[in-house]
């Protein structure tokens, strides 16, 4: 979703195309051999991808039947291969990723096989599942995942809600307002599993903008938002780990005025 830190699973949720194009934006910063500006667009990396040649960007799509029509789902023998071939090092790039297309078509034993492999991936394994209806993923893969929206060829929008959100929990953390924070964090705690994801992945992208000065840090000075990073870092791992979104947001009402 970020270029400052990206994940190692993401749901690209958009039409068949879209939803394509921002999986490609999404692999060109993680297979960039680049230094730092991540795509460059000009590395070995960057132009085999952009050729559609890239041997470890990997396009995984529903199987043809007989008469050469898609297959109405992706089943566990498919995603099986995909946990099987994880294992194997990249053959170039420093990552090897796996484009899922209609990961939405995936059945509930296929998406179980996934588990696995969403929870401990290989450090060089990146795993992309492009989708129009995200309700159709069960919860325990939204939940590993964080979410991106196909919005534009050149863009990766987070969710409107979760940008609200993050300004509010910044906000009264820069107001030492606990009465504000207790009550957002009481009203976040309703959130599921991967919209709790959506807001501490926004939240971590806003406190990156601060602290590099593309936004404003609404009075926080940059130790307060070091600390609050690393307090949303962690609990993004909770999350991750599933940990309860009561008891991550919890968490937060409790400990960010105290990191100010």
């Known amino acids: ?20 194009e921002k999986a490609r934006s999404l692999a060109a910063q993680m297979l960039c051999s680049a230094s730092q500006n991540r795509p460059c667009g000009a590395c070995r990396d960057c132009v085999k991808l952009a050729h559609g040649t890239h041997p470890d960007f990997i396009i995984i799509q529903r ?29 170039e790039a420093a990552k090897k990723i796996y484009a899922i ?20 991936p290989p450090d060089f394994v990146a795993l992309l599942l492009l989708c ?50 207790l009550r957002l964090c009481n009203e976040l705690g ?12 926004t939240a971590l992208k806003t406190v990156s903008d601060m602290l590099a000065r593309r936004r404003d840090a609404l009075g926080l000075n940059e130790p307060a938002l070091l600390r609050i990073s690393q307090l949303l870092l962690r609990a993004r791992e909770y999350l991750k780990g599933n940990v309860g979104v009561k008891h991550v947001f919890g968490l937060l009402s409790v400990r960010t005025i105290e990191n100010r």
């Open 190 to 201: 309703e959130l599921t599993p991967s919209q709790a994801s959506d807001f501490a992945d």
């Open 1 to 20: 979703m970020y270029a400052e830190k990206l994940s190692h699973a993401y749901i690209v949720a958009g039409s068949s195309g879209s939803a394509l």
């Open 101 to 120: 297309k209609d990961a939405d078509a995936m059945n509930v034993s296929a998406q179980n096989a996934l588990l696995k492999l969403l929870e401990e």
């Open 63 to 91: 199987q043809t039947d007989s008469s050469g029509k898609p297959r109405r789902e992706i089943y566990v023998e498919q995603v099986r291969e995909i946990v099987d071939s994880a294992h194997i090092l990249p053959n």
């Open 132 to 181: 129009e209806n995200i309700d159709a993923l069960l919860e325990t893969v939204r939940s590993r995942c964080a979410v991106v929206r196909s919005a534009g060829p050149d863009e990766l929008e987070p969710d409107p809600a979760a940008v609200e959100s993050a300004l509010r929990y910044l906000s009264a953390a820069a107001k030492g307002d606990e009465l504000a924070l």
